[in-house]
């Protein structure tokens, strides 16, 4: 695409070493909205600072809401910051679109605290009037694994009250072999962080988190994945399309040109195809 190595000499910038080591993107612009631009309203859903989502409405009638869950191996030092590009163009596009942040590892969450805020943060749709239309998840990285884990969530007796399910999941380069993961010591440990233990000291958290051991789901689910990621290698997507066919599941392997960061540049060749994903539903 034209434009695009300045786009990503930015992201690359504002992101540090400390941040592309982890595999997230952001940009130094991503709180600012374009002029002109529908504004977007805060919602809080808790007590806690990083308890709270960022609605935006598109001008005109909306295509559905789409809502985006940032990575960063679900670790305090990343934020709802790295959503916010891709809200504003998914807002641009017709969307509706939810950023949402929660409490993440070094800041109270972790399993059960940071599902139990992607569940509430959902929810909220349903008290904006948002929640009987089409909804889709879209997670990047660790997103990936919340955005897959929100539609199987109402199967899980803590969260079986819950009253809104997607209706479609896109997960963008997602940790969704959590086992695998943490074999392969995908951000340094960071799965048995979230997951407060082995899976021998907390079977309830690894039972209810990991989406390969939560196929199959009863929407269809993309996984969108670079060939080139060394972050979250592509075979975590691809054990999980396998595992949910082999159970029933519509799951969909796309399979993207550059590496983890492309992900999550509204610039890249890697977004526009999921944006044709989103264009499909």
């Not at 504002?14 to 612009?29: K, V």
């Not at 021998?200 to 939560?214: G, K, V």
């Amino acid at each position: 695409m034209s434009g695009r190595p300045g786009r990503r000499a930015l992201l690359a910038s504002a992101l540090g070493a400390p941040l592309l080591a982890a595999g997230c993107s952001s940009s130094p612009d991503a709180g600012d909205a374009s002029p002109g631009a529908p504004a977007a309203e805060r919602i809080p859903y808790g007590p806690h600072p990083a308890q709270f989502v960022e609605l935006t409405r598109p001008v005109g009638d909306s295509r559905g809401v789409v809502v985006v869950l940032h990575g960063g191996f679900w670790l305090a030092e990343y934020d709802v910051s790295l959503a916010r590009p891709l809200a504003a163009d998914l807002v641009r596009r017709g969307w509706t679109a939810l950023a949402v942040e929660y409490r993440r590892v070094g800041d109270g969450g972790g399993v059960p605290a940071t599902l139990d805020d992607v569940s509430a943060a959902l929810d909220l749709l349903a008290d904006r009037g948002l929640g009987d239309r089409r909804v889709v998840t879209l997670g990047h990285s660790a997103g990936g694994q919340l955005a897959v884990w929100a539609a199987a969530r109402t199967r899980l007796d803590r969260w079986r009250a819950a009253r809104v399910v997607p209706t479609h999941v896109v997960s963008q380069a997602g940790v969704l072999d959590l086992r695998t993961a943490d074999a392969e010591d995908l951000g340094g440990g960071a799965v048995p962080g979230f997951l407060g233990g082995s899976p021998q000291e907390r079977p309830d958290a690894w039972a209810w988190a990991d989406p390969t051991a939560l196929v199959p789901l009863d929407v269809p689910v993309w996984c969108v994945h670079g060939a080139d990621d060394g972050t979250v290698p592509i075979a975590q997507s691809q054990a999980y399309v396998a595992a949910a066919r082999a159970a029933g599941g519509e799951a969909t392997l796309v399979e993207v040109p550059g590496d983890h960061l492309d992900q999550v540049d509204v610039g890249s060749d890697a977004w526009a195809r999921t944006v044709e994903v989103l264009d499909a539903l």
